[in-house]
């Protein structure tokens, strides 16, 4: 159980896969409101095998923060579920990009839910605000709210491939303003 997002630093691999069963997983119920449970704002970094559960806000929160542009990152194989927000989000900011994501063979489930300021928020996975290039494979999207990925903005061009999507609330794969990409071979 976790009482403060864990920050991940530039050049690290975190494999939940060499665990001894049953594996690594990261309570976020206990975190204070609007935190992630992974917070990636660096660049080259592998997060594989973990289970994420119950995060508040974001499971994994992907994010150019302070005017730093990040790259490299990979979530493979990453069981994320019933995220108050996002599950997975990527996000830029001002003068700081993301480039360079791959989120694969995933399981997204049960994210996004009520919340306050707007009555819905949230959902598997954001892309917006700033992110080049971006790869999602092979993952299954399972009774999400929305952003079966959501992904957002004319610099972005994303490759949406072999995905499963299935049971949403509200909407499933989005490319919205402007944003360019392949979508092929997904079920929906």
């Given at each position: ?8 630093p ?5 494999d ?7 594996g ?34 974001d499971?994994?929160?992907?994010a ?10 990979v ?16 996000t830029?900011?001002t003068?700081?990009?993301v480039?360079?994501v791959t989120?694969?063979?995933?399981y997204?489930?049960?994210n ?13 996975a ?12 092979g ?8 952003r079966?990925?959501?992904v957002d ?9 072999g ?26």
């Amino acid at each position: 159980v976790l009482h403060a997002a864990l920050s991940v630093p530039a050049n690290v691999t975190l494999d939940g896969l060499t665990a001894p069963a049953p594996g690594l997983t990261l309570w976020g119920d206990r975190l204070p409101a609007g935190t992630s449970v992974l917070a990636i704002r660096s660049r080259n970094v592998v997060v594989r095998g973990l289970r994420i559960r119950n995060a508040v806000n974001d499971g994994i929160q992907i994010a150019a923060k302070d005017g730093v542009s990040i790259a490299r990152i990979v979530v493979d194989h990453c069981s994320i579920t019933n995220s108050g927000d996002g599950g997975i989000d990527v996000t830029g900011s001002t003068g700081a990009r993301v480039r360079d994501v791959t989120l694969s063979w995933n399981y997204l489930a049960a994210n996004g839910g009520p919340c306050a300021s707007k009555g819905w928020c949230g959902g598997a996975a954001l892309v917006k605000y700033c992110v080049e290039r971006i790869s999602v494979h092979g993952n299954v999207w399972d009774k999400n709210l929305r952003r079966n990925p959501s992904v957002d903005g004319a610099e972005t061009l994303a490759d949406v491939r072999g995905n499963v999507v299935r049971g949403y609330v509200e909407s499933g794969t989005q490319l919205r303003n402007v944003a360019a990409g392949n979508v092929v071979g997904n079920f929906f």
